[in-house]
């Protein structure tokens, strides 16, 4: 199976590099200050959010944890995404942003982000986020984009019992997908 | 071939029955899919959001329908378009019979509203409806809404079902009614403050997914808390014991690791339990020193779990055999080639050292270089590893090095943080004044406007302050220094405002001090601050109250000078400003240039900047103009309070005293007359220049920051108001002057040379040569490279080793410390080539490594949990689906099928080959049984289904390929 090489992503390819910077520079104050109330409201949480994007910058699944207005999380995304793509495969694949740690992970075309706290285990986020592509591959069967576009509600339904409070509360496979798998018998 | 995948994908997508994904659904999803750019996808949802308004209005919508139009519409809000015009619709759908829909509704209005959202409430009946369901699913459903939906209010209409589903017969609605506890505890923990204990009951329970998602509330509880629940340390103990023991079902293995994410979340509850409790941390040993023996530390997991454990060690009580085990496993992530490693091993040595410091020294090099990678996450780690161990003898590299880092960001959130952090250390650990200065003047030149401008009030103290008296030589020569850097940088443009203002106000003191400059040069400089930051009052006000004093200073010493043409345009803008503050400083200066040289002197003395103004608050040198005013007839003063019609200014006058920031609302017009009366003084201190005593009002006093000094004689409402500007209260003087009055820097380092042996051992460069420099060269000289690392390395740790010497004993430890500093050095040496090459090392292996899915997913039905005894009571989970396990073992063949079809044809590049097993892998959702049949490769069945396809009218055009490729292919 000849492993995809991945290259460094020309900047140009974002969408969102140019005019909306400013626009989103404008609005940071504003998104900080909401998050670091929201931040200490949720305290104990540790995962804020789940975020599929792909190497255009277009999101492919949201999960947020917290509540983030429409205009907050284009922006969030836009700049995370950014901060990602322009990172190398050598460089870790952790990025902090404002008061988030990103954990980010790329699969093909795809990248997977975790925004977490900031004493949250960095590694066992990583691995998180393997352990959702692998249920995912199990379910759908060598996973793609598409699958997770056509199947969104399922998708979501797996981190729904993967993820609860922003906790990572169920790890097996079997566990995860049985309630999916005999919703999909039942229907 | 590419677009034969392709329809035989979509169609696969889209011909399953029971489904309900029309054409639409699907051409969406392509369009999106295929969107070239953010403007086209937003065009694409535009058109979309009219079709959907159109769509919900009509009443006959089916249900199954409504349910695609709901995706769509998670679609729409997804990709950042408004879609509240449907929100509704979510919430009539969670009321669906069918548990598909039922779940969906629920998503959605999970992704579309907050809990504070109006339209939740209707949400809260359904939920409570669903609890009651027969159906286990619908629980479940409505447990995982409760999760999102349910705000403070709602809990007590839930709450009573939630606690009774804790004793359900079906584990998966144990498990969420366990997480919904949670969040009503997260949400409002009084709410549930009675029914904690259920928590330390479900950690029994008999299902392993249960006793792990109940670690979660638990950890909460503990962090809140830890002393209630000390006598759990013994049970958590065991159950990680028993984890690592492999006596979970193996369906909870990651990568051949047991349970990883559970033993991570117990480590983490012992790390709160042990910290500082030597009986509960004496438990935790053994177990620890079983997860270090069996570390794994070729996965990551296995690392994740090695990373968590030093976590818990350098929290819990210290062992010395434990220290050890952590300080390997760390120097270990160190040497490591993945970043990702070094980031934790960074991570983890910060956490290290702050039970022995000396474990730093051992890994010197390993974090310089972390230091310089350009991975900025990795950089910013170091950092904040220096920051932590930042002292007295290293802070001036430490704090070069982050301003010299800092200059270079533009993320403004991460500039603040580290500017202040660079502040700190410097008021914390600066080794002079002349130091603090310099290092001051760079952090306000970069990110001036990101620190506090507390800071920049006490720079200011401090240069006017300087050592102190006894050595009155030191101050000037720091004074004439801050003067000549000032005059450098102030023509640059850009400059942030407050060290305008500090530049101003020291040029203003002091730029005539010691007649090195003329005072029409410095006055030009002034006007041109003044000139170039038109918007800026503030800096203004400091440039003329700054040309105000050199005026002063010059007339005291009876030298005549002129108003330059550009001051006197400068002063004629400003008496013509809208603020009346810089009108009142213009007055003044034009009023003093009236005044005799003793006159000023009085008014304006020079380098006062430090003494005391008394104020004399009764006015008790006007009694005499009083009593002389009223024996001619005057009405007396009624105190405003007494007056009758005016309490609410008064009142509001005296609020107005406390707060000393600025008001947009001035009320001054309506003040009493009050003010008049101190303006009147200021005429006789002026014309009586013998007097000392300058009187000033109370609430000009604090209103002056931004506000006229209207109240005071001209002369002192400079020095005055420096007073006040410069907010001395709370600000602390950290820096120890007795100590380091005699240190010039150079002294300084040769002192310090001597004091490490490191340095004196590399032989690079002259002793003497300041550690600034040697650094600017760094970049050319590539083979000097790990010489200067050494360098940097002896700065940061062996100066740090040096300090510590001084507490053992000093001679044997210095001998120990220059052979071993050698043997670094070759080592780097030798480091460096080896790491050029190995730079393009292969990702971690576990992204291809689906080898492993067959072992970790059989989860052999004879292995329950109840072998997990001592804690938990025994019982047999049987797996809950008897058809997973087949499909999965069903894979391993599959794949292989996968490759061997692969070779021989050998279609196009290699990466998507694989998703030509995709072609029926949707197949799959028919039954479990199916899949092992009809995966891989088979090309007449799609060029089939590209007939058929077409004959349906998806024509896919294949624009996106990176659609189909396998993500874990």
Same mark, same amino acid.
């Given at each position: 199976?000849?492993?995809?090489?991945?290259?460094?992503?020309?900047?140009?390819?974002?969408?969102?590099?140019?005019?909306?910077?400013?626009?989103?520079?404008?609005?940071?104050?504003?998104?900080?200050?909401?998050?670091?109330?929201?931040?200490?409201?949720?305290?104990?949480?540790?995962?804020?959010?789940?975020?599929?994007?792909?190497?255009?910058?277009?999101?492919?699944?949201?999960?947020?944890?917290?509540?983030?207005?429409?205009?907050?999380?284009?922006?969030?995304?836009?700049?995370?995404?950014?901060?990602?793509?322009?990172?190398?495969?050598?460089?870790?694949?952790?990025?902090?942003?404002?008061?988030?740690?990103?954990?980010?992970?790329?699969?093909?075309?795809?990248?997977?982000?975790? +925004?977490?706290?900031?004493?949250?285990?960095?590694?066992?986020? &990583? /691995?998180?986020? *393997?352990?959702?592509? @692998?249920? %995912?591959?199990?379910?759908? +069967?060598?996973?793609?984009?598409?699958?997770?576009?056509?199947? &969104? /509600?399922?998708? *979501?339904?797996?981190? @729904?019992? %993967?993820?609860?409070?922003?906790?990572?509360?169920?790890?097996?496979?079997?566990?995860?997908?049985?309630?999916?798998?005999?919703?999909?018998?039942?229907? | 071939?590419?677009?034969?995948?392709?329809?035989?994908?979509?169609?696969?997508?889209?011909?399953?029955?029971?489904?309900?994904?029309?054409?639409?659904?699907?051409?969406?999803?392509?369009?999106?899919?295929?969107?070239?750019?953010?403007?086209?996808?937003?065009?694409?949802?535009?058109?979309?959001?009219?079709?959907?308004?159109?769509?919900?209005?009509?009443?006959?919508?089916?249900?199954?329908?409504?349910?695609?139009?709901?995706?769509?519409?998670?679609?729409?809000?997804?990709?950042?378009?408004?879609?509240?015009?449907?929100?509704?619709?979510?919430?009539?759908?969670?009321?669906?019979?069918?548990?598909?829909?039922?779940?969906?509704?629920?998503?959605?209005?999970?992704?579309?509203?907050?809990?504070?959202?109006?339209?939740?409430?209707?949400?809260?009946?359904?939920?409570?409806?669903?609890?009651?369901?027969?159906?286990?699913?619908?629980?479940?459903?409505?447990?995982?809404?409760?999760?999102?939906?349910?705000?403070?209010?709602?809990?007590?209409?839930?709450?009573?079902?939630?606690?009774?589903?804790?004793?359900?017969?079906?584990?998966?609605?144990?498990?969420?009614?366990?997480?919904?506890?949670?969040?009503?505890?997260?949400?409002?923990?009084?709410?549930?403050?009675?029914?904690?204990?259920?928590?330390?009951?479900?950690?029994?329970?008999?299902?392993?997914?249960?006793?792990?998602?109940?670690?979660?509330?638990?950890?909460?509880?503990?962090?809140?808390?830890?002393?209630?629940?000390?006598?759990?340390?013994?049970?958590?103990?065991?159950?990680?014991?028993?984890?690592?023991?492999?006596?979970?079902?193996?369906?909870?293995?990651?990568?051949?690791?047991?349970?990883?994410?559970?033993?991570?979340?117990?480590?983490?509850?012992?790390?709160?339990?042990?910290?500082?409790?030597?009986?509960?941390?004496?438990?935790?040993?053994?177990?620890?020193?079983?997860?270090?023996?069996?570390?794994?530390?070729?996965?990551?997991?296995?690392?994740?779990?090695?990373?968590?454990?030093?976590?818990?060690?350098?929290?819990?009580?210290?062992?010395?055999?434990?220290?050890?085990?952590?300080?390997?496993?760390?120097?270990?992530?160190?040497?490591?080639?993945?970043?990702?490693?070094?980031?934790?091993?960074?991570?983890?040595?910060?956490?290290?050292?702050?039970?022995?410091?000396?474990?730093?020294?051992?890994?010197?090099?390993?974090?310089?270089?972390?230091?310089?990678?350009?991975?900025?996450?990795?950089?910013?780690?170091?950092?904040?590893?220096?920051?932590?161990?930042?002292?007295?003898?290293?802070?001036?590299?430490?704090?070069?090095?982050?301003?010299?880092?800092?200059?270079?960001?533009?993320?403004?959130?991460?500039?603040?943080?580290?500017?202040?952090?660079?502040?700190?250390?410097?008021?914390?650990?600066?080794?002079?004044?002349?130091?603090?200065?310099?290092?001051?003047?760079?952090?306000?030149?970069?990110?001036?406007?990101?620190?506090?401008?507390?800071?920049?009030?006490?720079?200011?103290?401090?240069?006017?302050?300087?050592?102190?008296?006894?050595?009155?030589?030191?101050?000037?020569?720091?004074?004439?220094?801050?003067?000549?850097?000032?005059?450098?940088?102030?023509?640059?443009?850009?400059?942030?405002?407050?060290?305008?203002?500090?530049?101003?106000?020291?040029?203003?003191?002091?730029?005539?001090?010691?007649?090195?400059?003329?005072?029409?040069?410095?006055?030009?400089?002034?006007?041109?601050?003044?000139?170039?930051?038109?918007?800026?009052?503030?800096?203004?006000?400091?440039?003329?109250?700054?040309?105000?004093?050199?005026?002063?200073?010059?007339?005291?010493?009876?030298?005549?000078?002129?108003?330059?043409?550009?001051?006197?345009?400068?002063?004629?803008?400003?008496?013509?400003?809208?603020?009346?503050?810089?009108?009142?400083?213009?007055?003044?200066?034009?009023?003093?240039?009236?005044?005799?040289?003793?006159?000023?002197?009085?008014?304006?003395?020079?380098?006062?900047?430090?003494?005391?103004?008394?104020?004399?608050?009764?006015?008790?040198?006007?009694?005499?103009?009083?009593?002389?005013?009223?024996?001619?007839?005057?009405?007396?003063?009624?105190?405003?309070?007494?007056?009758?019609?005016?309490?609410?200014?008064?009142?509001?006058?005296?609020?107005?005293?406390?707060?000393?920031?600025?008001?947009?609302?001035?009320?001054?017009?309506?003040?009493?007359?009050?003010?008049?009366?101190?303006?009147?003084?200021?005429?006789?201190?002026?014309?009586?220049?013998?007097?000392?005593?300058?009187?000033?009002?109370?609430?000009?006093?604090?209103?002056?920051?931004?506000?006229?000094?209207?109240?005071?004689?001209?002369?002192?409402?400079?020095?005055?108001?420096?007073?006040?500007?410069?907010?001395?209260?709370?600000?602390?003087?950290?820096?120890?002057?007795?100590?380091?009055?005699?240190?010039?820097?150079?002294?300084?380092?040769?002192?310090?040379?001597?004091?490490?042996?490191?340095?004196?051992?590399?032989?690079?460069?002259?002793?003497?040569?300041?550690?600034?420099?040697?650094?600017?060269?760094?970049?050319?000289?590539?083979?000097?490279?790990?010489?200067?690392?050494?360098?940097?390395?002896?700065?940061?740790?062996?100066?740090?080793?040096?300090?510590?010497?001084?507490?053992?004993?000093?001679?044997?430890?210095?001998?120990?410390?220059?052979?071993?500093?050698?043997?670094?050095?070759?080592?780097?040496?030798?480091?460096?080539?080896?790491?050029?090459?190995?730079?393009?090392?292969?990702?971690?292996?576990?992204?291809?490594?689906?080898?492993?899915?067959?072992?970790?997913?059989?989860?052999?039905?004879?292995?329950?949990?109840?072998?997990?005894?001592?804690?938990?009571?025994?019982?047999?989970?049987?797996?809950?689906?008897?058809?997973?396990?087949?499909?999965?073992?069903?894979?391993?063949?599959?794949?292989?099928?996968?490759?061997?079809?692969?070779?021989?044809?050998?279609?196009?590049?290699?990466?998507?080959?694989?998703?030509?097993?995709?072609?029926?892998?949707?197949?799959?959702?028919?039954?479990?049984?199916?899949?092992?049949?009809?995966?891989?490769?088979?090309?007449?069945?799609?060029?089939?289904?590209?007939?058929?396809?077409?004959?349906?009218?998806?024509?896919?055009?294949?624009?996106?390929?990176?659609?189909?490729?396998?993500?874990?292919?």
């Amino acid at each position: 199976m000849a492993k995809e090489r991945r290259s460094v992503e020309s900047l140009s390819d974002l969408w969102r590099a140019g005019a909306e910077q400013a626009h989103r520079e404008v609005e940071d104050d504003g998104v900080e200050q909401q998050r670091s109330k929201q931040a200490g409201r949720d305290d104990e949480m540790t995962i804020r959010f789940v975020l599929f994007v792909n190497k255009q910058g277009q999101t492919r699944l949201a999960q947020y944890y917290e509540h983030l207005s429409l205009d907050e999380r284009r922006a969030l995304e836009g700049e995370i995404v950014r901060k990602c793509l322009a990172r190398t495969d050598q460089q870790c694949s952790f990025v902090e942003h404002r008061n988030y740690k990103v954990v980010y992970r790329r699969y093909a075309s795809l990248f997977f982000l975790v +925004g977490v706290d900031n004493d949250e285990n960095e590694l066992a986020i &990583l /691995e998180f986020i *393997h352990l959702f592509v @692998e249920t %995912m591959d199990r379910h759908f +069967g060598n996973v793609c984009e598409l699958d997770i576009m056509f199947h &969104l /509600e399922k998708v *979501h339904f797996m981190l @729904e019992e %993967m993820v609860m409070n922003g906790c990572i509360v169920e790890t097996s496979k079997q566990n995860i997908l049985a309630p999916i798998q005999l919703m999909e018998k039942t229907s | 071939m590419e677009q034969l995948r392709t329809i035989g994908r979509e169609l696969a997508m889209g011909s399953q029955g029971g489904w309900g994904q029309s054409k639409e659904f699907l051409d969406l999803v392509k369009s999106i899919g295929e969107a070239r750019s953010k403007a086209e996808e937003d065009r694409i949802i535009a058109r979309e959001l009219e079709h959907l308004k159109r769509r919900l209005a009509d009443p006959d919508v089916p249900r199954r329908k409504m349910k695609e139009l709901l995706l769509r519409l998670v679609y729409a809000e997804m990709l950042g378009h408004d879609a509240s015009f449907g929100h509704i619709h979510a919430v009539k759908m969670t009321h669906d019979e069918s548990l598909p829909l039922k779940r969906t509704g629920y998503l959605a209005v999970a992704l579309f509203l907050d809990e504070r959202h109006d339209l939740v409430i209707l949400v809260v009946n359904t939920i409570q409806k669903d609890l009651r369901s027969d159906n286990y699913l619908v629980v479940c459903a409505a447990l995982t809404a409760a999760c999102r939906l349910i705000g403070e209010e709602a809990i007590p209409a839930v709450l009573p079902q939630v606690v009774e589903l804790l004793a359900h017969p079906k584990e998966a609605v144990r498990k969420k009614a366990v997480m919904a506890l949670h969040r009503f505890y997260q949400r409002s923990s009084s709410s549930v403050s009675h029914l904690v204990s259920n928590f330390r009951k479900r950690l029994c329970d008999n299902d392993p997914g249960v006793m792990g998602a109940t670690l979660c509330p638990l950890y909460d509880l503990i962090l809140e808390e830890p002393n209630s629940y000390k006598d759990l340390v013994v049970s958590f103990v065991n159950i990680l014991k028993q984890v690592v023991e492999r006596r979970l079902p193996t369906s909870y293995d990651y990568h051949q690791i047991p349970a990883p994410f559970i033993q991570i979340k117990l480590l983490k509850i012992l790390a709160v339990l042990g910290s500082g409790d030597k009986q509960a941390s004496g438990h935790m040993y053994t177990v620890l020193g079983d997860i270090f023996r069996k570390g794994d530390t070729a996965s990551n997991i296995g690392n994740a779990i090695l990373y968590e454990c030093i976590c818990c060690i350098s929290s819990i009580f210290p062992n010395p055999k434990m220290l050890e085990a952590a300080a390997e496993t760390t120097s270990k992530f160190l040497k490591s080639d993945s970043h990702n490693l070094k980031y934790m091993g960074i991570d983890a040595l910060g956490r290290l050292i702050k039970i022995n410091p000396d474990i730093a020294e051992e890994h010197q090099l390993a974090v310089i270089d972390c230091l310089e990678d350009p991975d900025d996450t990795l950089k910013r780690k170091t950092f904040e590893l220096l920051y932590k161990m930042t002292k007295s003898t290293n802070v001036e590299v430490i704090v070069d090095r982050m301003i010299e880092y800092m200059i270079n960001i533009t993320d403004h959130h991460y500039k603040t943080e580290i500017a202040s952090r660079c502040v700190e250390l410097a008021e914390q650990f600066a080794p002079s004044n002349q130091w603090f200065i310099q290092t001051m003047n760079k952090v306000f030149e970069h990110a001036g406007d990101l620190v506090n401008i507390r800071v920049a009030h006490n720079l200011m103290r401090l240069i006017a302050e300087g050592f102190g008296e006894e050595d009155e030589g030191a101050d000037s020569q720091l004074r004439s220094s801050a003067v000549d850097s000032y005059l450098r940088i102030v023509g640059e443009p850009k400059l942030p405002s407050s060290f305008l203002q500090i530049i101003c106000w020291v040029l203003g003191e002091y730029g005539t001090a010691d007649g090195k400059y003329s005072a029409s040069y410095i006055i030009g400089k002034l006007c041109d601050v003044a000139e170039a930051h038109l918007t800026d009052d503030t800096v203004k006000a400091y440039a003329i109250s700054a040309i105000f004093k050199i005026f002063a200073f010059e007339i005291a010493l009876g030298r005549k000078i002129d108003l330059l043409p550009e001051c006197q345009t400068l002063v004629d803008e400003l008496s013509a400003s809208h603020s009346t503050d810089l009108q009142q400083r213009a007055y003044e200066l034009q009023a003093l240039l009236g005044l005799d040289k003793n006159a000023v002197e009085s008014v304006m003395p020079a380098d006062a900047s430090c003494e005391d103004i008394e104020v004399d608050r009764n006015l008790s040198f006007l009694n005499s103009y009083v009593q002389q005013a009223l024996e001619n007839g005057a009405s007396p003063y009624i105190p405003e309070s007494e007056r009758s019609g005016v309490i609410s200014v008064g009142s509001y006058r005296s609020q107005e005293q406390q707060e000393t920031s600025s008001h947009t609302l001035r009320f001054e017009a309506y003040e009493m007359p009050k003010p008049s009366l101190p303006l009147a003084t200021s005429q006789t201190s002026m014309s009586t220049p013998t007097t000392d005593l300058v009187p000033v009002t109370e609430p000009g006093y604090y209103k002056e920051d931004h506000q006229t000094s209207k109240s005071q004689p001209p002369g002192d409402a400079v020095s005055g108001e420096f007073g006040v500007k410069l907010r001395l209260d709370g600000v602390q003087k950290k820096w120890g002057r007795p100590t380091y009055s005699s240190s010039t820097p150079s002294s300084l380092a040769s002192s310090q040379q001597t004091t490490n042996g490191a340095s004196h051992s590399d032989g690079g460069g002259s002793s003497s040569q300041p550690r600034e420099s040697s650094y600017g060269s760094k970049r050319q000289q590539g083979t000097e490279v790990s010489a200067e690392k050494q360098r940097l390395a002896a700065s940061l740790f062996g100066s740090a080793a040096a300090k510590a010497d001084r507490k053992a004993q000093a001679s044997r430890k210095t001998a120990k410390d220059s052979p071993s500093t050698e043997k670094v050095a070759t080592t780097n040496v030798t480091a460096q080539p080896v790491k050029e090459q190995v730079i393009p090392a292969a990702p971690p292996p576990d992204l291809l490594d689906l080898g492993d899915e067959p072992v970790s997913s059989n989860p052999p039905s004879a292995d329950p949990f109840s072998q997990l005894e001592g804690l938990l009571g025994p019982a047999s989970a049987a797996p809950v689906l008897s058809g997973t396990p087949a499909t999965s073992t069903s894979k391993a063949p599959d794949l292989m099928s996968i490759f061997s079809g692969d070779v021989p044809t050998g279609v196009a590049s290699g990466s998507t080959d694989p998703t030509l097993g995709d072609v029926n892998s949707t197949s799959s959702h028919k039954g479990a049984t199916a899949v092992a049949s009809k995966k891989g490769p088979s090309l007449q069945d799609a060029l089939q289904k590209d007939a058929t396809a077409r004959q349906v009218g998806v024509t896919p055009t294949g624009n996106n390929p990176n659609l189909f490729k396998d993500l874990l292919g």
